[in-house]
């Protein structure tokens, strides 16, 4: 069996063993679901930290409810407890063709990321705060192996295949929200940075780091872009999250007619445009060491739990 086919067969078996629990969010304008549930390991009939998972099923209007199943899994491909592929799910209605994402085991923190029934309250982050809280936390995170998926994938172990350009600083990977890459308009591009002292952009402080996020325009412009018809560099946004899903440092290339990932892109939901983090860097080298960043968390976050607690 080749590895594409024990890919496929892995993915296939963990989705045929999948016990729906609850919806976690159901976007119609994304046509996306998110589904919670587990993958029992002795045939166990409640959720644990083992055994949760969760689905993600991208360009599909359709009531979570009416799924029954999913078949002829294809083109299916896996990193740490990310498994996706492309699928037909079997409905009430017939089968309809979709791209499917499983993570499994899913962590604390994918549910709290996917689930819309959490409240977001807005913190106002202090440098002492990042300090005594957000580092550790950020150094708990990582040593819990949140970013192992990362690392397998700037270590050429995973989805070299999927990598558009890369030199010494960086390498361009499209993200798996970008379904169908041959809809410009819906380009979803992720910038993941090599080195691994840089977690988020609080670790921006030297003249290095300014002319290393001077020089990424440049090659996005003429390395990436070029892929893609030579398409012009305002015709994207370069964005940094904060807090950001994950700590590696990447930047988001999205198309600016892009409105499937809108929510990704609202200043409301903590972004930070690579133009503007030059900027501030240019009037401040120790900007981001010494500013308040402000951003929106979910009220049963580790992080949130953390910050309250400390208070």
């Known amino acids: 069996m080749s590895s594409e086919d024990s890919k496929t067969a892995e993915l296939q078996i963990l989705l045929k063993r999948f016990v729906y629990s609850r919806t976690l969010s159901d976007d119609q304008l994304a046509k996306s679901v ?9 045939d166990e009939a409640v959720i644990t930290d083992t055994n949760r998972a969760i689905i993600h099923i991208s360009r599909l209007p359709i009531d979570p409810t009416d799924i029954s199943g999913y078949r002829s899994v294809k083109n299916a491909q896996i990193n740490d407890c990310y498994h996706w592929g492309e699928t037909f799910l079997a409905t009430t209605t017939g089968d309809r063709d979709c791209k499917v994402t499983l993570l499994y085991p899913a962590s604390k923190k994918h549910l709290n990321k996917y689930d819309k029934q959490h409240n977001y309250v807005t913190i106002i982050e202090t440098p002492e705060m990042y300090q005594s809280i957000v580092k550790p936390y950020i150094d708990f995170n990582i040593s819990e192996g949140s970013i192992n998926w990362v690392y397998n994938i700037l270590s050429g172990q995973k989805e070299q295949e999927q990598v558009k350009y890369q030199n010494s600083n960086f390498l361009a990977i499209p993200d798996m ?14 910038l993941l940075f090599k080195d691994t002292r840089l977690k988020s ?9 300014l ?9 996005v412009q003429k390395h990436v872009l070029k892929q893609y018809g030579d398409l012009p ?32 892109m609202l200043l409301g939901k903590d972004c930070h445009f690579i133009d503007t983090v030059i900027d501030n860097l240019e009037m401040n080298i120790d900007y981001y060491k010494k500013c308040k960043l402000v951003y929106c968390l979910n009220d049963d976050s580790e992080l949130y739990k953390r910050i309250e607690n400390s208070e």
């Open 34 to 42: 998110c589904l919670l549930g587990h993958i029992p390991a002795n």
């Open 177 to 190: 929200k970008w379904t169908d890459q041959s809809d410009l308009k819906s380009m979803y591009i992720l």
């Open 201 to 209: 952009i609080r670790d921006l402080h030297t003249c290095a780091d």
């Open 211 to 219: 002319d290393l996020l001077k020089s990424i325009k440049v090659d």
């Open 233 to 264: 560099l305002n015709k994207v946004k370069l964005y940094f999250h904060y807090q950001p899903s994950y700590y590696q440092l990447h930047i988001h290339i999205v198309h600016c007619d892009n409105e499937v990932n809108y929510k990704s």
